[in-house]
């Protein structure tokens, strides 16, 4: 089955650091990645999605990803963090599929990002 | 626009009790999901509509779950005889339908907490 791998469960940093977190997912075929974020109190938020062409994706309050084909990875990674980033960061990939059914999303456990002022 | 929206946000019941969570996705949306988020098992999938149809339905976890979707909008997700187990947030989603370039769109969820 396919598998969504992420790699810390919890980071801490203070502002001004640089975060990079990883994910690794375990489906060999063509995917949809995708990065969600959950503050405090606040539902799930769409960060950032790679669905082709440049492998380096950028999102929303200065967030990139890398997708790394041959890696099975999609890394997000900030230069410098904000305490207001202080959140739950979820991987997540779906399959991309002939005949372009949609289907679910299949989501790493995530990783809890604390940012100390 | 308005967003997902789900009722309700919070709900506590009895071991052995049915319960309806309802999901209303973004206007125009075909794609509707239903995930549970729990301690220890991160987001899980339950179940999927396109339309009225529920095309997949592998992620629930036993008979004692059942969904519907009507009118292509609204979604109601039923647990019947809820067990402890159960306890979790149940979060809906929603998608507009581009086959392999959608994104899905969360709703707050609703907490269920089964005592």
């Known amino acids: 089955a396919q598998s969504v791998s992420q790699h810390n469960h919890h980071v801490i940093l203070s502002e001004a650091a640089s975060l990079e977190l990883g994910c690794n997912y375990s489906?060999?075929?063509?995917?949809?990645l995708f990065w969600y974020v959950q503050y405090p109190g606040q539902h799930l938020q769409l960060l950032l999605k790679?669905?082709?062409?440049?492998?380096l994706v950028k999102g929303i309050k200065g967030f990139e990803a890398e997708f790394i084909k041959s890696k099975f990875s999609f890394n997000l990674r900030k230069p410098s963090v904000q305490w207001s980033d202080t959140a739950e960061y979820f991987c997540?990939?779906?399959?991309?599929?002939?005949?372009?059914?949609?289907?679910?999303?299949?989501f790493g456990k995530g990783t809890k990002l604390s940012v100390k002022p | 626009g308005a967003g997902v929206s789900q009722s309700p946000s919070n709900k506590v019941t009895e071991k052995g009790k049915d319960v309806e969570l309802r999901c209303d996705p973004i206007?125009?949306?075909?794609?509707l999901y239903w995930y549970r988020q729990s301690l220890g098992q991160g987001l899980e999938f339950l179940i999927y509509?396109?339309?009225?149809?529920?095309?997949?339905k592998s992620g629930l976890p036993s008979d004692r779950f059942s969904a519907e979707r009507t009118g292509g909008s609204v979604s109601t997700l039923t647990i019947q005889r809820t067990q402890q187990e159960d306890s979790a947030v149940y979060l809906c989603?929603?998608?507009?339908?581009?086959?392999?370039?959608?994104?899905?769109?969360f709703g707050p969820g609703t907490r269920l907490t089964v005592l």
């Open positions: 989603a929603s998608s507009y339908y581009k086959p392999n370039t959608d994104t899905q769109y």
């Open positions: 489906y060999g075929g063509t995917v949809n």
């Open positions: 790679y669905f082709s062409g440049d492998p």
């Open positions: 997540a990939v779906k399959k991309r599929v002939t005949g372009g059914s949609q289907g679910n999303l299949i």
């Open positions: 206007s125009g949306h075909t794609a």
């Open positions: 509509f396109q339309g009225n149809s529920a095309p997949d």
